[in-house]
């Protein structure tokens, strides 16, 4: 027996972002001495219109049609100071932040209603050490710890019907996850540079696919709260000079990435990995005055999304530059992919839920780019500026 089903989502969102900023830097006992403040309200408005179609009409859907809103104000006030004394150099610095914060959810059908209200205050130190002992040898110890808050989109309780079958939903009660990091890094030669890093977060904030309640054929994917996630990592970087016409970067990252939680129920998440990645790119002088770059990743398999256990990937892209005119004019041709090997594979097994995904995007890419300077190469540009908006604009997904 064939059927339909048709529905149509109108899902307007406005959000609104003000900020007010002010930094002051001075000398101080042979040192740097910066201080400032910053104070932020962001008001997020969701309209979400969910109507089903019967006959051509829509029928609106009391169970899904609902309006969210957000409002969050930051306090925020920092110091820092730095000085070198020799070979050595140090810096220190704590910042304090204070939220308050509400989301509050109205539906069509009262039951669904929900609000939420938060307020915290939080510090957050950091500190640098670093040493240079010769022309070749050169040593940094940073340690910070900081806060990451969740986007305004993943705070969003909205239903987002994928397929009949799965959905996808905000979390209005999602917390922020705090991060301490300590990294220790040598540079040799002022080209090759290797660090050893670890982070432990808390309140990790990463995708789950889980199983609905109300129907147990159906699954939803969601943002929750970790208990808590632990990364070691190794990585090496370094541009190599192989001849006067072929020039190389490479960069090998290997790491261990360990994600737990017990959401109750049956559901843990106890996933460990250990994984690597690397890139190069070559670079090489042709002649009539033609470069060539080649460039090539992979990454083992890996964690994804919290419960993710994902297969490797791998990419390889060219392209061709010529310039013209006396450098006025330049001629750009690329390949993206250029083996079509962009494609991604994982399974997750989740409570009650075991879930294999695969997929890719349009990844393999042919460009030609051309393009005329028409303008003084003399003239400096204009210094790029932070308004102060950066942070808050970072969470706002497309």
Known sequence: M?????????APTKIDIYTFKVDHERP?????????????????DNDYNFFNVIEGEDEVDVDRTNFYTYDEKVGAGYLTYNKQLGKWGMQAGLRGEYTNSEGDLKALKPVNDQNVQRDYFNLFPSAGLTFNMNEKHSF???????????????LNPFEYRLDELTFQKGNPFLKPQYSNNIQLSHTFMQMMTTSLSYS?????IERIVDIDAANSNAAFITWRNLAEQNNTSL???SPIPIAKWWNAYMNL???RTHNQADFGDGKIVDVTIYAFNGYAQHTFTLPLGINMEVSGWYNSPSVWGGTFKMEDMWGVDAGLQKRFMKGKMNLKVSVNDIFYSQKWTGESNFGALYMTVNGRGDSRRFRVNLSYNFGNEQVKTARDRKTGLEDEKNRIKS
């Not at 101080?28 to 997020?44: E, Q």
């Not at 710890?145 to 986007?151: A, E, I």
């Not at 432990?200 to 990790?204: F, G, L, P, S």
């Open 200 to 204: 432990r977060t808390t309140d990790m």
């Open 140 to 154: 940094q110890l940073n340690y910070s710890r900081r806060l990451d808050r969740p986007s305004y989109q993943d």
């Open 2 to 10: 064939l059927s339909e089903r048709n529905y149509r989502i109108i």
């Open 235 to 237: 990585n090496i970087g």
């Open 28 to 44: 101080l006992f042979g040192g740097n001495l910066g201080a400032g403040i910053k104070l932020t309200n962001v008001i997020t």
């Open 253 to 255: 990252n290997g790491y």
